[in-house]
């Protein structure tokens, strides 16, 4: 199946910051985590996506097509949701929208007047006077108002309160279940995509540490817990990242079934979260 | 590209109430121009202060990034501010109008002079121009930045308005030379046309150099 989405060796060079030959990429149906630190790469990455930034090096296909060459046909089957409201606040939605929807060919007004029935959004009330939550919100009724085939998020969930995420997590899930749209969701909210993420992507420093099925990765990593006296030098080939207290030891290891053999009982292993893996996997040994 | 003009109308909504202040203001400061000085610096003037306000609400609201993610050219992007300008003029002189009548009407003792096409489209001319030198810049380097170039446009004009006297007070010796070699105008009408072919070439250099400025930025 041919990807929707594909990065291979993109390069783009900062004054002190560099992505570094970046490659991965996301099958169609699909929702796929895009995780990172603050700083680490991931609104960089989706700005190379949406040609917001020039590439240096490397290619980047959505579609099948180059994102430079086709920039526009592309545009037209991308939905996107950033962390910063970008509408004009002085305008009312139906206002907004008015401007916005002729350059979709593909808008559909029933499923934007769906949505904002289904948010709550007021028509006639400027945008200013909105909550962050109904910003994001106005901005995911757009995204899926003209029949994306890719949404790209870039931190969509970040200060928004629980009832809210849930909310949009929600309408990603039922977006997904169509099959034919699939989903780059860039969080440092681990939990989020724990619930909805199908693939998983980490940055760090600019450089994809893996990209990878969140199947695979509960599968190839694990959490381990025990005494320090078991931090011995058999044990360290396996570990990616632990941390001790005076209590013990706490850390993320690789191969689950060599590990729970060599410690043979005497530790805990334990299914990591998103938010373990990405801790131990960025932070390396000794947190 | 109708529809980016439209959103430029709407985010306008308040300066299109102060442009009867402006108006008023502005017809009682250039009474001494003569009736086509008076009537070309108000378009021109309130017409410019559209241009830049337009600049100031893209900015306030990063908007940029809304644009370029979106399936919208960059060429209509960059064409929708010049399309803009005769809207503002129109809306101006429509202004100027009103304010002219309510002049007339209230026996306010401010003189105004009356409409007519050649200096309402010699005030047309003055706010191309001026956007003209000015988007190039704002399309380069966004609205923040390209204020100190609109600052140097404004008082340059003016200084070397009020310093040309002083530098040439007698006629220079290459001017008369110059115009008997270009075909004797005659006549409001064939000005005219000369001014709009000008006008019309900056625009356009204009044009290309913000489009490409504009597609070198990045957001």
Known sequence: MESILELRNVVKNFTGFKINGISFSLEPGYIMGFIGANGSGKTTTIKLIMNLLHLEMGEIKVFGLDSRQHEQQIKQRIGFVYDDNHFYEELTITQMTKVLAPFYKKWDWNTYNRYIHRFGLPSNKKIKTFSRGMKMKYALAVALSHKAELLIMDEPTSGLDPIVRSEILDILSEVILDERCSVLFSSHITSDLDRIADYVTLIHNGTILFSTSKEELFEKYSLVKGERSLLGENLRPYLVGYRESQFGFEGLVTDKAAVQAMLNGNALLERPTLEDIMLYCTRGRAV | ?219
């Open chain 2, 1 to 219: 590209m109708a529809y980016l003009i439209l959103k430029d109308l709407l985010l306008q909504r308040n300066m299109m109430l102060l442009a009867f202040a402006y108006v008023l203001l502005f017809a009682f400061a250039f009474q001494s121009m003569g009736d086509e000085g008076q009537l070309v610096a108000i378009i021109s003037m309130v017409g410019y202060m559209f241009v830049m306000v337009g600049g100031a609400w893209e900015e306030k609201n990063n908007s940029d990034t809304l644009w370029n993610s979106m399936p919208a050219p960059k060429w209509k992007i960059v064409g929708a501010k010049y399309l803009a300008i005769p809207v503002y003029v129109a809306f101006v002189t429509l202004v100027y109008a009103v304010v002219s009548s309510a002049i007339s009407l209230l026996q306010i003792p401010i003189t105004t002079a009356p409409i007519n096409v050649f200096v309402a489209a010699l005030g047309t001319i003055g706010v191309f121009v001026a956007a003209s030198l000015y988007y190039p810049v704002y399309f380069a380097f966004g609205y923040t930045k390209s204020r100190y170039w609109h600052f140097i446009l404004i008082f340059g004009i003016v200084a070397l308005s009020s310093m040309l006297p002083n530098l040439f007070p007698e006629k220079p010796a290459w001017i008369d030379p110059l115009f008997e070699k270009l075909p004797k105008l005659t006549g409001d009408a064939m000005f005219l046309v000369v001014a709009i072919c000008f006008v019309a070439l900056l625009v356009a250099v204009s044009f290309l150099l913000s489009l490409r400025f504009y597609g070198r930025r990045e957001f």
